[in-house]
């Protein structure tokens, strides 16, 4: 009687973690703006893939061996919709990592994840970034060097980051990004169609003030 040959068990590789995608309004603002902000600035480039609270697997048949950043980006990898990212599948590990930390997270934030990307991902640039400023330093960068991180000096109040091409700061008391090549803020989308509208109304304000004086005029010329 011959062996029935069984396939290869296959392994699930969960797309949740069972935790909250971010524990204030504040936090779940801050990573959602951030991936905004990020996915529109790098919408014209095919190989970049910005993404956020997705578990990331880096060790096959392991699922175990999961982390989910707040905001990750990857350069060299295709923008498709993922499920979950796996690293061998990818062969890219992320490029950037910014975590919305709190006095819950922190110790982790600094301590393992921060051991992590550097030693395990790779990840060239982690960022951390509290808030509420509850815990201090509230706001750090680090640039990985010969395989260690080593902390990003604050230039003009911002830290710059080689990766994204962006500097990180605050602004009005929340976290953004500044692009030095134009020298300006970049908005969230959602900011940016309420300053559009806000223009379109004074544009149309200021026509309808102009049709006004020109009517005032040709009443006066006719008149004369």
Do not use: C
């Given at each position: 009687?011959q062996?029935?040959?069984?396939?290869?068990?296959?392994?699930?590789?969960?797309?949740?973690?069972?935790?909250?995608?971010?524990?204030?309004?504040?936090?779940?603002?801050?990573?959602?703006?951030?991936?905004?902000?990020?996915?529109?600035?790098?919408?014209?480039?095919?190989?970049?893939?910005?993404?956020?609270?997705?578990?990331?697997?880096?060790?096959?048949?392991?699922?175990?061996?999961?982390?989910?950043?707040?905001?990750?980006?990857?350069?060299?990898?295709?923008?498709?919709?993922?499920?979950?990212?796996?690293?061998?599948?990818?062969?890219?590990?992320?490029?950037?990592?910014?975590?919305?930390?709190?006095?819950?997270?922190?110790?982790?934030?600094?301590?393992?994840?921060?051991?992590?990307?550097?030693?395990?991902?790779?990840?060239?640039?982690?960022?951390?970034?509290?808030?509420?400023?509850?815990?201090?330093?509230?706001?750090?960068?680090?640039?990985?060097?010969?395989?260690?991180?080593?902390?990003?000096?604050?230039?003009?109040?911002?830290?710059?980051?080689?990766?994204?091409?962006?500097?990180?700061?605050?602004?009005?008391?929340?976290?953004?990004?500044?692009?030095?090549?134009?020298?300006?803020?970049?908005?969230?989308?959602?900011?940016?169609?309420?300053?559009a509208?806000?223009?379109a109304?004074?544009?149309?304000?200021?026509?309808?003030?102009a049709?006004?004086?020109?009517?005032?005029?040709?009443?006066?010329?006719?008149d004369?």
């Open positions: 009687m062996k029935q040959i069984s396939a290869a068990p296959t392994v699930v590789y969960p797309e949740s973690d069972g935790k909250p995608m971010a524990e204030t309004d504040r936090h779940r603002r801050l990573i959602v703006d951030f991936i905004l902000m990020l996915e529109d600035h790098f919408k014209n480039v095919n190989d970049v893939y910005v993404s956020g609270d997705l578990l990331i697997y880096y060790e096959e048949g392991n699922i175990y061996k999961s982390v989910a950043p707040d905001v990750f980006v990857v350069f060299g990898v295709s923008k498709k919709e993922r499920r979950t990212y796996r690293t061998w599948e990818e062969g890219k590990t992320p490029d950037f990592v910014l975590e919305a930390a709190s006095p819950s997270t922190y110790h982790k934030d600094i301590t393992d994840k921060k051991e992590l990307y550097a030693s395990v991902l790779g990840v060239p640039e982690y960022y951390i970034y509290d808030p509420y400023a509850e815990v201090q330093p509230h706001f750090q960068g680090y640039r990985l060097v010969d395989g260690v991180y080593e902390a990003i000096e604050f230039v003009d109040g911002r830290l710059p980051s080689v990766v994204l091409g962006l500097d990180l700061g605050e602004r009005d008391g929340n976290l953004s990004l500044y692009d030095p090549s134009r020298s300006v803020w970049i908005s969230p989308p959602k900011e940016r169609i309420t300053e509208e806000a223009r109304e004074n544009a149309e304000a200021e026509l309808a003030k049709l006004a004086a020109l009517r005032r005029f040709q009443e006066n010329t006719d004369d």
